[in-house]
């Protein structure tokens, strides 16, 4: 049976990681994969999250099962984070899920039970595993407008205008909360309450990949476009990671939220997405669980974890800047970079410039152009601003 297997395309961006681990040249250089770097280029783990290591290692009495949902603790304290204090949380069905895209599937596969005949939505360009995902549920998927012609800003006119002329009652609309992956690019305030109320117009469901909270304004700012839609729409899904902003990338921590008009609904759709997640991987991780519980919970520790993620946020910032003023300094005008937000960037170089940077300077981003900004350093910024320079000459 397994003679019949054939070799499987690699994955887009995991692919080009493998190839860097490969590459022997000395001084190569790695911004295709969304991980957070510091200064000195390592991904590291933040005190408060060794911290809490600490407390739940001294205090930790079991192995045992979570529930399918995962634990209580965890679940209060991420609904307070994402939704904010004020929510009704009684709304709110919400699930620990093995990181977003966990989150993601699980959603899907909880609402392919009620749309069946539903379309998923999806930016054009998006993350490369959401329509896989959103297919593997069994759902069509479609593509609305997202990048101007010059891949520098948002084509938000063809957006609205392509959902408003083909999307359907009880289609999916997959939005970005905040930081777009790959593009960086954001709808502001005024847009995305149109967005809002053009999906309501159309009875669309708004489903929300909120992979970097904390990233592009904060933590607070950074779900405001929450909110918008939760003003126009009595139904909404939120899949949120904690990969990025408390660096817990192997340990798989998200969240499914399915939010209903009344807390009525709540206990059934709670119940769809047990079933989804117990036919998939059963229940949660634990380890990855108590540590954002732990942080949440423990003032102390929150305080210490909000000020990480502003200091990540800031370093983030300061590459952005740094790398539009070494490519100033070389003629080329890549302001339009400081618009975009969050760990990726858009540069508008095309699939040849990033396999020549790739080939002859050993510099890896992906064939979109796009680079992880946080993957830059104080150290590395001439050689990439030399190289992309170079490479716009071809």
């Given at each position: 049976m397994f003679e019949h297997f054939?070799?499987?395309?690699?994955?887009?961006?995991?692919?080009?990681n493998s190839a860097f681990e490969k590459?022997?040249?000395?001084?190569?250089?790695?911004?295709?994969?969304g991980v957070y770097k510091d200064e000195a280029g390592r991904t590291p783990i933040l005190e408060s999250v060794k911290?809490?290591?600490?407390?739940?290692?001294?205090?930790?009495?079991?192995?045992?099962?979570?529930?399918?949902?995962?634990?209580?603790d965890y679940i209060d304290q991420v609904n307070r984070l994402v939704l904010g204090e004020g929510f009704e949380f009684g709304r709110v069905a919400t699930a620990h899920t093995p990181g977003g895209t966990g989150a993601l599937r699980a959603g899907a596969d909880t609402l392919a039970s009620?749309?069946?005949?539903?379309?998923?939505?999806?930016?054009?360009?998006?993350?490369?595993?959401?329509?896989?995902?959103?297919q593997a549920a069994g759902f069509e998927t479609q593509s609305y407008c997202y990048l101007n012609a010059a891949k520098t800003g948002l084509d938000f006119e063809g957006m609205l205008s392509q959902i408003q002329q083909a999307g359907q009652a009880g289609d999916i609309?997959?939005?970005?909360?905040?930081?777009?992956?790959?593009?960086?690019?954001?709808?502001?305030?005024?847009?995305?309450?149109?967005?809002?109320?053009?999906?309501?117009?159309?009875?669309?469901?708004?489903?929300?990949?909120?992979?970097?909270?904390?990233?592009?304004?904060?933590?607070?700012?950074?779900?405001?476009?929450?909110?918008?839609?939760?003003?126009?729409?009595?139904?909404?899904?939120?899949?949120?990671?904690?990969?990025?902003?408390?660096?817990?990338y192997s340990e798989r921590v998200g969240a499914l939220m399915m939010i209903s008009e009344s807390a009525k609904s709540t206990e059934s759709v709670l119940?769809?997405?047990?079933?989804?997640?117990?036919?998939?991987?059963?229940?949660?991780?634990?380890?990855?669980?108590?540590?954002?519980?732990?942080?949440?919970?423990?003032?102390?520790?929150s305080v210490r974890w909000r000020s990480e993620v502003d200091q990540m946020r800031s370093r983030i910032h300061s590459m952005r800047s740094a790398l539009i003023q070494g490519m100033e300094s070389r003629g080329k005008d890549f302001g339009f970079l400081a618009a975009q937000k969050g760990m990726f960037s858009y540069t508008g170089l095309n699939p040849m410039q990033a396999d020549w940077l790739k080939k002859e300077k050993g510099i890896y981003i992906v064939?979109?152009?796009?680079?992880?900004?946080?993957?830059?350093?104080s150290a590395s910024m001439d050689i990439v601003c030399d190289g992309i320079a170079e490479a716009c000459a071809i």
């Open positions: 054939s070799l499987a395309p690699p994955d887009a961006i995991l692919g080009l590459d022997p040249r000395v001084g190569k250089l790695n911004l295709t994969v911290l809490a290591e600490a407390k739940i290692f001294q205090e930790q009495k079991s192995k045992g099962y979570l529930p399918i949902e995962g634990g209580k009620v749309a069946p005949h539903g379309r998923f939505w999806i930016s054009n360009p998006t993350w490369a595993n959401h329509a896989a995902v959103f609309v997959c939005l970005h909360a905040c930081c777009h992956n790959p593009t960086g690019i954001d709808p502001s305030v005024q847009e995305w309450k149109q967005i809002a109320e053009l999906l309501a117009k159309k009875r669309m469901l708004p489903f929300l990949d909120f992979a970097y909270q904390g990233f592009g304004d904060g933590l607070v700012e950074d779900s405001k476009p929450l909110s918008i839609l939760m003003e126009h729409h009595p139904e909404l899904v939120v899949c949120a990671s904690f990969s990025k902003n408390f660096g817990l119940s769809q997405i047990r079933l989804a997640i117990r036919c998939n991987y059963s229940n949660p991780p634990r380890h990855g669980e108590a540590i954002v519980a732990k942080v949440l919970s423990d003032p102390e520790l064939g979109t152009g796009r680079i992880n900004v946080a993957g830059l350093t």
